[in-house]
């Protein structure tokens, strides 16, 4: 086994009607004035956010509401919220959402926690060294935020908008209630989204240089095998509760670091993440959903970069999708395949033609090189090491 450090802070409070606990929750861990974080209007629209107002109010806690987040949410909003939420003098936020609103949630947590700073410097280099205490009660099974260490926003007050992520314990929540029955009302398409991201938070970990730690990878094939099973029937019948149940799990444990524990990138990160980076990207310059963007780049990246390890493949294909038959070159094409037809399945796009509606002009790929390079500043990936010209191949 490799070396690894497992840290997972989050207290899971699972099922049917648990917002009921927001109150008791959110005192336990310190919280008496709250300030509370949600979208565009789902949260309302629904009446879980006046619900969770009123748990609030009863239990005698002081609390400030701020919607208005966007998905591939902005600067300017959580800003905005940063200097709400100090006039308020919060001293806990509460997310009710989705990874948006979970994401701006963090960066308010994390500036209000430090007087005179502004939201960006955390995401330019400033190290977070203290935060406010975060509480989530989750509407959607997707970005993995309620249980992971990342935040990711996108720079609309630049003049090229930039989308980056940043990584801190100190953003991991107290608690995350997870309710299944309060996704049932999320759009096919945002489901779809969903259950690709969670793929491809296992398989960004599974793809990763440095393995060894089998039970990693064991944990990583069943999380594999659950989501392609239930993420087409939640898309299907967004009321079939085992379904929703069984996303809203994979999404939380997918991206809490279990099905990537010893598998190491090139710089001793968990894994391989360019696809993430390709797609955060192609967000940044089109405002694309998060998992349709991952799904349009994965089989273009996952041919461009299998010959690194060739066994690697053979054992996905295997393991995930029972592919036995055939030479290696076969099973790792069937493989690759088979994850193409998962996707498909949620009704998400396999190409960038088919994210971006058109095909992409050579101008277009080389500013979303551009972008995912940082100007030709960075390389990306762990599985296989990819510079300016193998991120415009892939694009390609
Ligand atoms: O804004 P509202 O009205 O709530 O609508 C949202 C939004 O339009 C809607 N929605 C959420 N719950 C709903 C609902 N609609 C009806 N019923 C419900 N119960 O869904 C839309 C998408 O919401 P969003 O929060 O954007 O979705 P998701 O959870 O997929 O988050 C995506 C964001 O998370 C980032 C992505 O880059 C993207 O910006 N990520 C965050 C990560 C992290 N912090 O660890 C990791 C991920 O890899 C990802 O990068
Ligand atoms: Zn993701």
Same mark, same amino acid.
């Given at each position: 086994?490799?070396?690894?450090?497992?840290?997972?802070?989050?207290?899971i409070v699972f099922g049917r009607g648990e917002e009921a606990r927001a109150? =008791?929750?959110?005192?336990?861990?310190?919280?008496?004035?709250?300030?509370?974080?949600?979208?565009?209007?789902s949260a309302a629209k629904s009446g879980l956010l006046g619900r969770v107002?009123?748990i609030?109010?009863?239990?005698?806690?002081?609390?400030?509401?701020?919607? $208005?987040?966007?998905?591939?949410? %902005?600067?300017?909003?959580?800003?905005?919220?940063?200097?709400?939420?100090?006039?308020?003098?919060?001293?806990?936020?509460?997310?009710i959402g989705g990874?948006?609103?979970?994401?701006?949630?963090?960066?308010?947590?994390?500036?209000?926690?430090?007087?005179?700073?502004?939201?960006? =410097?955390?995401?330019?280099?400033?190290?977070?060294?203290?935060?406010?205490?975060?509480?989530v009660i989750l509407t959607i099974s997707a970005? $993995?935020?309620e249980?992971?260490?990342?935040?990711?926003?996108?720079?609309?007050?630049?003049?090229?908008?930039?989308?980056?992520?940043?990584?801190?314990? %100190?953003?991991?929540? *107290?608690?995350a209630i997870l309710n299944p029955e309060l996704t049932m009302t999320l759009p096919k398409?945002q489901i779809?989204?969903g259950a690709?991201?969670?793929?491809?938070?296992?398989?960004?970990?599974?793809?990763?240089?440095?393995?060894?730690?089998?039970?990693?990878?064991?944990?990583? =094939?069943?999380?594999?095998?659950?989501?392609?099973?239930f993420?087409?029937l939640a898309v299907q019948n967004p009321k079939d509760y085992e379904a929703m149940s069984e996303l809203m799990w994979c999404g939380s444990?997918?991206?809490?670091?279990?099905?990537?524990?010893?598998?190491?990138?090139?710089?001793?990160?968990? $894994?391989?993440?360019?696809?993430?980076?390709?797609?955060?990207?192609?967000?940044?310059?089109?405002?694309?959903?998060? $998992?349709?963007?991952?799904?349009?780049?994965?089989?273009?990246?996952?041919?461009?970069? *299998?010959?690194?390890?060739?066994?690697?493949?053979?054992?996905?294909?295997?393991?995930?999708?029972?592919?036995?038959?055939?030479?290696?070159?076969?099973?790792?094409?069937?493989?690759?395949?088979?994850?193409?037809?998962?996707?498909?399945? %949620?009704?998400?796009?396999?190409?960038?033609?088919?994210?971006?509606?058109?095909?992409?002009? *050579?101008?277009?790929?080389?500013?979303?090189?551009?972008?995912?390079?940082?100007? *030709?500043?960075?390389?990306?990936?762990?599985?296989?090491?990819?510079?300016?010209?193998?991120?415009?191949?892939?694009?390609?």
């Amino acid at each position: 086994m490799q070396k690894f450090v497992y840290y997972a802070p989050t207290e899971i409070v699972f099922g049917r009607g648990e917002e009921a606990r927001a109150a =008791e929750l959110v005192k336990h861990y310190g919280g008496s004035r709250v300030f509370v974080v949600y979208g565009g209007g789902s949260a309302a629209k629904s009446g879980l956010l006046g619900r969770v107002e009123e748990i609030l109010r009863a239990a005698g806690i002081a609390f400030s509401a701020s919607g $208005g987040v966007v998905p591939n949410p %902005l600067v300017s909003t959580a800003r905005r919220m940063v200097e709400e939420a100090r006039a308020f003098r919060a001293d806990f936020i509460l997310a009710i959402g989705g990874g948006s609103v979970i994401d701006t949630a963090k960066a308010v947590a994390d500036t209000v926690a430090a007087p005179g700073s502004d939201v960006w =410097e955390f995401w330019t280099g400033r190290k977070v060294e203290t935060a406010l205490p975060i509480g989530v009660i989750l509407t959607i099974s997707a970005a $993995g935020s309620e249980t992971s260490n990342s935040a990711v926003l996108t720079n609309d007050t630049l003049p090229q908008h930039t989308k980056r992520g940043i990584n801190t314990d %100190l953003n991991r929540p *107290k608690f995350a209630i997870l309710n299944p029955e309060l996704t049932m009302t999320l759009p096919k398409w945002q489901i779809g989204a969903g259950a690709a991201d969670i793929f491809m938070h296992t398989a960004e970990r599974y793809f990763a240089p440095i393995l060894g730690n089998h039970l990693t990878d064991e944990i990583a =094939e069943g999380l594999f095998r659950d989501v392609i099973h239930f993420g087409p029937l939640a898309v299907q019948n967004p009321k079939d509760y085992e379904a929703m149940s069984e996303l809203m799990w994979c999404g939380s444990v997918s991206h809490v670091g279990l099905t990537g524990v010893g598998a190491k990138g090139d710089t001793a990160r968990e $894994g391989d993440w360019a696809c993430h980076q390709l797609g955060m990207a192609l967000s940044a310059i089109g405002d694309y959903t998060h $998992g349709a963007t991952l799904t349009a780049v994965f089989p273009a990246w996952a041919r461009y970069v *299998k010959d690194a390890n060739p066994s690697r493949f053979v054992r996905f294909a295997e393991k995930v999708y029972g592919i036995k038959e055939g030479t290696e070159e076969v099973r790792i094409e069937a493989g690759i395949q088979a994850t193409e037809h998962y996707f498909r399945s %949620l009704g998400m796009p396999i190409t960038l033609t088919e994210l971006l509606g058109h095909t992409p002009e *050579k101008k277009e790929l080389e500013a979303f090189a551009l972008e995912c390079s940082y100007q *030709k500043t960075r390389s990306i990936g762990g599985f296989k090491v990819l510079g300016y010209e193998d991120i415009l191949n892939i694009y390609e």
